[in-house]
């Protein structure tokens, strides 16, 4: 089983629509979480950190079950340049330096 | 956000040449910085963790005398593939930490754009 999982995907959605994403992690050591999103061929850009108590960001919304394992993004109101790719990324550790990121969601938003 | 740089952003080789990635942190100084490998649609693979003044420390896997890395100042790390071949083909990113004091974003890791090497 690999350490972070997510929504196989890819999502298909129209423009304005509401999608939400899963993750889950295998090791309940992890300490912090991250959303971040990759465009095709460019680096990975950090979208949000993903607080306890769950965290939202104009039209993104975080959430994470710790004794679930399970991390959420939910996105409203979707627009044409959120296509991109979302990465669940998992801190394993406290200081930074050991990030674990996810297979990765596809997402188009289409017009 | 903080800066991280990359040179070359992509870069051509024959078989057998080894080819050298630098990844520099513009605004900051980092003294651990990552490299990452990303195969086409994969997500990424944390192949090292670059030290500044010490050794590189490697993922399991990843072969230390292919994958040279250098970590001579607090701003500049560098990934020497050497004999590359063609499955070294891939997207190579490095990362840094950015020494930040909020509460669970004090680890993030800012990106650099990514080197794309295609092995003939």
């Known amino acids: 089983r690999k350490e972070v999982e997510q929504d196989p995907g890819p999502f298909n959605v129209p423009e304005g629509a509401t999608v939400a994403f899963n993750c889950t992690y295998s090791n309940s050591a992890s300490q912090s979480f991250f959303w971040y999103r990759q465009d095709c061929r460019k680096e990975p850009k950090l979208l949000m950190s993903?607080?306890?108590s769950g965290n939202e960001d104009g039209r993104f919304t975080a959430q994470l079950n710790r004794a679930s394992q399970y991390i959420s993004l939910l996105i409203r109101d979707s627009k044409l340049s959120d296509s991109a790719t979302y990465l669940c990324?998992?801190?394993?550790?406290?200081?930074?330096?050991?990030?674990?990121f996810g297979p990765g969601t596809r997402l188009s938003v289409l017009p | 956000g903080a800066v991280v740089s990359q040179h070359p952003s992509w870069v051509i080789c024959k078989s057998g040449t080894s080819v050298k990635i630098e990844c520099r942190s513009l605004d900051f100084q980092a003294t651990t910085m990552f490299w990452y490998r990303q195969f086409p649609k994969q997500s990424l693979m944390l192949m090292a963790t670059s030290n500044e003044g010490s050794k590189a420390t490697y993922e399991q896997g990843v072969e230390k005398d292919k994958f040279l890395i250098n970590h001579a100042s607090l701003t500049l790390s560098t990934l020497t593939v050497t004999s590359a071949h063609p499955e070294d083909s891939s997207f190579y990113i490095c990362s840094a930490n950015h020494p930040r004091m909020r509460e669970a974003e004090w680890n993030e890791q800012f990106f650099g754009p990514g080197t794309r090497l295609t092995v003939l």
């Open positions: 990324v998992v801190n394993r550790d406290n200081y930074g330096q050991n990030f674990v």
């Open positions: 993903v607080y306890s």
